[in-house]
């Protein structure tokens, strides 16, 4: 059964960085493209970023760029995401998904479970 888990999350004064990884198994995702959400409470679930298999092509969202960093090694069979100069407005559950390189959380076939990221001030 495909499976995507997601770690690295946790509590980070603003400022901060993380990184936040998925690890697929299962299936081999090698050849999907792959990408990360976020959910805030209360909040629909928004795109952050996402990764072509190969790595080449890489998308964020405009609130993200210059801060967050997708990357993946396809020999791990992981998808990470670099996460610098954390605000508190970044709080939320992150999700790794794959299928797609778009930001509609509706073109994914798989999702993790989340991990939760929240920013103190």
């Known amino acids: 059964q495909a499976q995507l888990v997601e770690s690295g999350g946790g509590l980070v004064q603003a400022g901060g960085s993380l990184r936040l990884s998925c690890a697929a198994s299962?299936?081999?995702?090698?050849?999907?493209?792959m990408g990360w959400f976020r959910q805030a409470p209360g909040k629909k679930r928004e795109f952050v970023a996402s990764?072509?298999?190969?790595?080449?092509?890489?998308y964020y969202a405009d609130s993200v760029k210059g801060r967050f960093t997708i990357s993946r090694d396809n020999a791990k069979q992981e998808v990470y995401l670099q996460i610098n100069s954390l605000k508190p407005e970044d709080t939320a559950v992150y999700y790794c998904?794959?299928?797609?390189?778009?930001?509609?959380?509706?073109?994914?076939?798989?999702w993790g479970q989340g991990t939760q990221v929240t920013v103190s001030s």
């Open positions: 998904a794959a299928g797609s390189l778009g930001s509609s959380w509706s073109e994914y076939d798989y």
């Open positions: 990764i072509s298999w190969s790595g080449s092509r890489r």
């Open positions: 299962g299936r081999t995702f090698s050849g999907y493209d």
